[in-house]
């Protein structure tokens, strides 16, 4: 058990520009889900996978937002034309079929910064 | 928004000291999970209360809840300078995991 990890840990980038984040879940976690953080809040829910499907979006998640898990495994959260107000922290988290599902594990985060 | 609302935001206590903090939420829920953040480690559960029970321990965590009220309390006893960092309940309203955070409340244990 590798932990969740995410890809880039920071990303600093103009306002128009597109960004990709990458989620690697834990091994075997079938559920993985999207939060975004902003200073001061409690992380809030993007959207989450069942495997490859993408089960639920967020009203948050505008058009310019889009997560992919093509294979059922590693996930990508693109923005495009982001704007000053997609600066936060995107989080991933991974759950384990079964009992344990109810259990969230987290990555450590990427954080946007949109100048 | 925010389903989760803690209570007080920040708290400043010695070490060895308990700390309490409370959680407020609006609709019926599932469970209730409370997670800890800081720099160093990211978000970390740290134990889940189902709606039918009324009290969790793990470790010196103690976990509170009262459905009636739709509030619940996180006590850490003999607290620990490595305990200071922000904790947030989340309520998983649909039994789909979606969690609904709350803003979180600031302890920070002085040695």
């Known amino acids: 058990d590798t932990g969740v990890s995410q890809d880039p840990r920071h990303k600093i980038t103009k306002r128009g520009q597109n960004v990709t984040f990458r989620c690697d879940p834990i091994?075997?976690?079938?559920?993985l889900y999207w939060y975004r953080q902003t200073l001061g809040q409690g992380p809030e829910f993007l959207t989450y996978?069942?495997?490859?499907?993408?089960?639920?979006k967020s009203r948050l998640l505008s058009d310019r937002f889009s997560a992919e898990r093509p294979k059922g495994s590693f996930s990508t959260l693109e923005i495009q034309r982001t704007e000053q107000g997609d600066s936060a922290m995107y989080l991933c988290?991974?759950?384990?079929?079964?009992?344990?599902?109810?259990?969230?594990?987290f990555g450590p985060g990427t954080r946007l910064l949109v100048l | 928004s925010q389903q989760g609302e803690e209570d007080p935001q920040a708290l400043s206590i010695q070490e060895g000291e308990n700390a309490t903090m409370n959680c407020s939420y609006k609709?019926?829920?599932?469970?209730l999970q409370w997670y800890r953040q800081n720099s160093g480690r990211g978000l970390v559960h740290l134990i889940l209360?189902?709606?039918?029970?009324r009290e969790k321990h793990s470790g010196r965590l103690r976990v509170t809840l009262d459905t009636s009220k739709k509030s619940s309390s996180l006590l850490i006893t003999a607290s620990r300078a490595a305990d200071t960092a922000s904790y947030f309940c989340a309520t998983d309203l649909y039994g789909n995991n979606r969690l609904a955070f709350g803003k979180g409340n600031q302890v920070v244990v002085i040695p």
């Open positions: 996978f069942q495997n490859e499907a993408q089960l639920e």
């Open positions: 609709t019926s829920i599932n469970n």
């Open positions: 988290a991974s759950s384990h079929p079964g009992q344990t599902q109810e259990t969230q594990y």
């Open positions: 091994s075997e976690h079938n559920r």
């Open positions: 209360i189902r709606s039918n029970e």
